[in-house]
């Protein structure tokens, strides 16, 4: 198969267009993310009902020290 240069050309800038659109949606998804108001004191309890926290809750209770 045979390319053409201004052809691979135009393939190559798509190609770079969509990584650079794929990484600006990626840092504004993170930006906003780490944008988020603390949490009051009223919603601190509701996150205490996360699962991770939960494990970690049960292997502190299970552990005999």
Not at 55 to 62: D, E, P, Q, Y
């Amino acid at each position: 198969m045979i390319h053409h240069p201004a052809l691979a050309q135009q393939l190559a800038t798509a190609r770079q267009r969509e990584l650079l659109d794929h990484a600006r949606r990626h840092e504004l998804r993170r930006a906003a993310r780490f944008s988020r108001p603390a949490p009051s004191a009223r919603s601190v309890p509701a996150a205490w009902a996360r699962p991770r926290f939960l494990r970690r809750l049960r292997a502190v209770l299970s552990t005999s020290h």
